[in-house]
């Protein structure tokens, strides 16, 4: 067997790169995950248009992967490229870790002895073997996202920079650079995190063709910001918005693709000019800058895929105007960065008034008001939170440990055990420490080596960590964990990981020239590091047997009737409905109106005017320029811009209807077949469909939709308060008011109820949604009819949900949970009717297909089943269930009682502080004080509404026992809430007073 390092290395490039394919590989998703993976995946398949900004380059290659799959390999194999990205990025971290080995050791490799080998092999595989089993790195390498791929092309970018600095002195090295610049801009068709990689770049060049000056240094980083410029916003953002200003200015006569043939012609020329003039220099960085945007030229796919308005087709970006928009993700809005408004504690809001630099509290909503209140300053609230919080935990989490998959929960930083919240939660993992003492090792090594390719390693550090906190400028309440993001500067660390083992084994074999000791000591750190992450972290990782998100997208496409309009709330549940029609072709009648894209004129216009499959155009009242405009009501300048709370009417033409469902044909109707068959946008006005049928008597129909819409408050002048309403209000109103006659109309049971505007008195559960019926009832949370409900229930598909040892994180375990709620509905109405068998019977079935031990549930989701059992006069089941959760219950309150007291204590201090003269003659410091108290206040009052909101809970539990007959049981809980509190708070003891009780709450 060859010893060269040439051939060593590469086998142990090899090695690392199929350790980490094959981790990935045998915990890869089989399926669609919620969140971006279901979408990515339905327009790849089908080179359609995502969510801004686009990834073209990404949907490109997952059609290629997926082009000649059988369908129900389309999402695997499209998952796939995320396993096998991850793998080259594990390869190219141990490349970068030999790389910079031998930078700063003297000689080739191959006349080294065998324990220097050892030391820089080992360490190498130390690092790259333990960032594979990060939790982040992992949890986008089993999906279909663009960040595993991203990380990839940073990856080699830095490598080829290391390559590059290698030859630097050889002829035609900046070939090297050339192909960098050129990966950059393909690198934009994945995700523009890449562009970020430029800084560190930029110093391994400056340290590889200069001496270090301070002038020469900084001139460095100043080039490497206008290089960024140049491109980000330069290329990417202002050179669409110039070829819009062109393309009007000439009324269209210089369009884009004459103008991107005047670009492309223009560096020709200077490539051919400086070429020709010997400008070396120069030249290169015009052959560099083609390169760049002969990548960037993926973002062509966009624009022309959009032309031929496939069904999905986010922004409508089918010219400059809209392509523009699309590349600047303006639908999301903008946060201020260096200068701004922003929260004043003394007001309790933003300050409109003035601009102050650095803001970093800039959200207007209340929910975000209320947090900034925990904040002294802004850059409290930055180092705190959007560092410590949203940067810091997550790295935390990979290197050191974290506590719980609840959103929000700490990482294992500054303790050696769990909060008792956390401690059965299954992505609780701790590392000891390990992989961050033996990175920041690593990272003082290299210093103390090579500090120059260190402050490299560190450039890419930071700009892919804690500059994206900075730019991103985050609000607080965020919808998911975001440590995906920095996935790049968690690769950086793991340089130092494999750094400092090689910097600890270079140590030991300096003690003890023995390679067999060397190898024992790469053993012993492999199964102290990367093996420990890897266990802990595998049954976290593994997705393998994971359906959740496709089953719940067939169980709701299945809920409603032929040729529906579905109202969904947002990513989760529309994108794993648009991938189960693009992909599988399953239920393509039913028309998605997605609310939170409800709110834009171009997706408004799709609705209205475009067929998606076999699911015809939504009728609207609206004409198109309306629509265009739609955005103007929010100037307030007609009083038809502002809402009056009232009463909303909306008719049921039932005679129009009757000859819809008529059974014979009449003259001049049309079939809904014909319809689709002919493919025009307006909706028939005389449709003959017989199979239309709310599942009610005609006659028992009422005449008219009735309900009160209040709106939503914008300001109070004096008595008079004016109110608006969203754009997706307004739109709701109208496709409900056009087609209730004439289509089945659906929400979503996800969907909030504010988004629903009142129309709970007439909506009926069907499965998973709810259905529009013109049919008044005074039922909560909508009526139901135990057949329809129950044949929509007997469809449904829950793929392993049942199975021991299958892990499911927070989101997941919330959306199985309120499948409960469906269940225990449907029990309910038999319970209604005294036909206990039935409803025992829907409650055992549910439990078998989820049961409450591999799917933990929410306490008041338990407790509503738990109660429903014994309202059924089935106590067995009843008491089993109420024993299992009564600990966690008493827990629960035993919390709430510990925070009013934590919340009471610091009040009084605070009280005190306050009245000391020192702080009476501070206004600055007295305001702060009064501000930490007024939040306080608040926060004591969320406290206590948990705490009755507990005994709430335990009044129900004490109900559940009391018609179980375990009266001694019932009893007892006011014991054990007495002891809690630490007073007599005279909670029920007997039936008759929990009656009592019970009767003042609904459940």
Known sequence: MQTDHKTLNRIFALVSFLFAFILYLLTLSPTADFWDPAERIATAYALQIPHPPGAPMYMLLGRMFSMFMPTEYVAYSINLMSAISSGITIMLLYLIVVRLVRTFTLGHPDTWDDTAKIAMYGGALIGA??????????FISVEAETYAMSLTFTALVFWLALKWASVADEKGNERWLVLIAYLVGIAFGIHLLNLLAIFAIALLIYFRKFEFTITGFLAAAGLSVVAFLVIFPGTIIWMPNLANSISQATVGLIGPGLFMLGVLSILGAGIWYTHQNNMKVANYIVVAYTAIMIGYSSYAVIFIRSMSNPAIDQNNPDNIERFTSFIKREQYGTAPLLMGNSFNNLQMDVDRSRDVFFP??????????????????DLDFFLRYQLGHMYFRYFNFNFIGRQADIQDAPSYWGTFSADER????PANHFYWYLPFLLGLFGGIYHFVRDWKRALSVLALFVMTGIAIVVFLNQTPMQP???????????????????LGATGLLDLLRTAVRNKFALIGAIVVMYLLVPMRVLSENYHVGDRSQRFVAPDYAFNLLNSVEPHSILFTNGDNDTFPLWFLQEVYGIRTDVRIVCLSLLNTSWYIDQVKNRWNHDAPPVRLSYTDREIQNIEDKFRFERESDFHRPGTVRIPFDRERFARIISDERLPGQVTIDEHIEAGVAVWPDDLHKPEFTFHVPLEELDDEISFFHQGIVLFSDGDRTFHYTRIQDDIVLDIVRENLNERPIYFAITVAGDAMLGMENYLR?????????????????GHLDTRIHGERLKQFRLRNVNQEGIYFDQNIRRMLDNYRTVFTRQADAFIRKGEYDQANYWLTWGEDIMPFHTIQPDLTSLLTYALRYAQAQNGVDAVRLADDFLPDFMRELRRAVNNMDTVEDELTMLEARLRDPAVRGNPDRRNRLIARTQHLENTLQQHHRRYTSNLSRLIVMQQIYFLANEDETAAGIADMINEIVGTDINFPRDREANNEAFSRIFI
């Open 360 to 377: 970093r509290r800039h959200s207007t909503q209340p929910q975000h008001l209320a947090v900034y209140a925990n904040y002294s300053s």
């Open 129 to 138: 073997l333990t960032f594979a089993a990060t939790d982040s790195l992992w």
């Open 480 to 498: 998911r964990e975001r440590d995906y993001s920095y996935a790049g500067s968690f690769f950086a660390f793991s340089i130092w990981i494999g």
């Open 422 to 425: 956390f401690a059965d939660n």
């Open 765 to 781: 559960l069907e499965g998973k949604a709810f259905r529009v019926i013109p049919k008044f009832h005074e039922e909560e949370f």
